[in-house]
């Protein structure tokens, strides 16, 4: 695959001048397709819950919610990986693994080349499937579900009285 141009609008969107994704840029392809960087929105609103009228203000609420949402979806995220790797010690010591893989890879390495970090994430991906990959696959299916069912049973914040956490470009 050959870098895009540094002319072009691909690298502006990845957010480096080689047009690779990296980890630096990976925060700017977020804010890049946002327009902002993601805000964590207060607890207190973040859980209430109505039940949408019919399918249509499900959508819409759907569509909103994820978006206005987020950042707090992320964390929800994070929170049930931990829980995870606390519960199944195998799952723990294969993320370890990887990590202490990825730390060793990125300090005694000369520089990292788009190959050597594809051939280290694939590897990474490979391993974590074949060690721990149902636990994995189990816990996407259940913050997909938490997800939704949130973004589906949230009002909105208006409807919460949380004015000022509204961004209009988000609607």
């Known amino acids: ?16 001048a080689s047009g690779f994704l990296d980890v630096e840029s990976a925060a700017g392809a977020l804010r890049a397709a946002t327009g902002r960087p993601a805000a964590l929105q207060p607890w207190k609103s973040f859980f209430v819950a109505r039940a949408p009228e019919n399918a249509q203000e499900a959508q819409g609420r759907l569509k909103k919610n994820i978006v206005h949402f987020q950042a707090n979806y992320l964390v929800i995220v994070a929170v049930l990986l ?32 788009p190959s050597k970090l594809a051939l280290m994430a694939g590897g990474s991906f490979m391993f974590l499937y074949l060690v721990a990959g149902t636990a994995l696959l189990n816990l996407a299916a259940v913050a997909a579900l938490v997800v939704v069912a949130h973004a589906v049973l949230h009002p909105g914040s208006a409807e919460v009285g949380n004015f000022d956490a509204i961004d209009q470009d988000e609607l």
Not at 4 to 15: C, K, N
């Open 82 to 113: 931990g829980l995870l790797l606390l519960s199944d010690w195998v799952a723990a010591i294969a993320a370890l693994l990887v990590a202490g893989a990825w730390f060793f890879s990125q300090r005694y390495s000369a520089e990292a080349s």
């Open 1 to 16: 695959m050959l870098p895009p141009s540094s002319a072009s609008p691909t690298a502006d969107v990845l957010g480096s």
